[in-house]
Nanobody, 135 residues
Framework: QLHLVESGGGLVQPGGSLRLSCTTSGANLRYYIIAWVRQAPGKEREGVSC????????GYADSVKGRFTIVRDDAEGIVRLQMNNLRPEDSAIYYC????????????????????????????WGQGTQVTVSS
């Protein structure tokens, strides 16, 4: 079972940057789809970014394309989300989630190019880290 712990959240001004980290343990990260998901008060959970290693697919929500980048280091067991040019609407609790990849169409469903995936697809979740963008 993959265990996940998020860190790196905090308070930043609009236009600033943050780098979130998802530290994993308990399984070989190499085979896992990893997603970043956020939830703001009164909003549904939103897929932000994902990477599917067996299919080689990286997905981003339209709202973060060109600003956020997902980076993974499987040997270190860490997946990061670099967030640049942050906006107030980016404020949310950010979670990382994992799902063992299978190498088939289910991996595409779990990590599409637009990161529009369902929470039920993921079997492991971290505790979340708060990101607040405000002046």
């Amino acid at each position: 079972q993959l265990h996940l712990v998020e860190s790196g959240g905090g308070l930043v001004q609009p236009g600033g940057s943050l780098r979130l980290s998802c530290t994993t343990s308990g399984a070989n990260l190499r085979y896992y789809i990893i997603a970043w998901v956020r939830q703001a008060p009164g909003k549904e959970r939103e897929g932000v970014s994902c990477h599917s290693p067996l299919n080689g697919i990286t997905g981003y929500a339209d709202s973060v394309k060109g600003r956020f980048t997902i980076v993974r280091d499987d040997a270190e067991g860490i997946v990061r989300l670099q967030m640049n040019n942050l906006r107030p609407e980016d404020s949310a609790i950010y979670y990382c989630a994992g799902l063992r990849g299978r190498g088939g169409v289910s991996d595409v469903v779990a990590c599409p190019l637009n990161a529009h995936f369902g929470d039920a697809n993921f079997e492991s979740w971290g505790q979340g880290t708060q990101v607040t963008v405000s002046s």
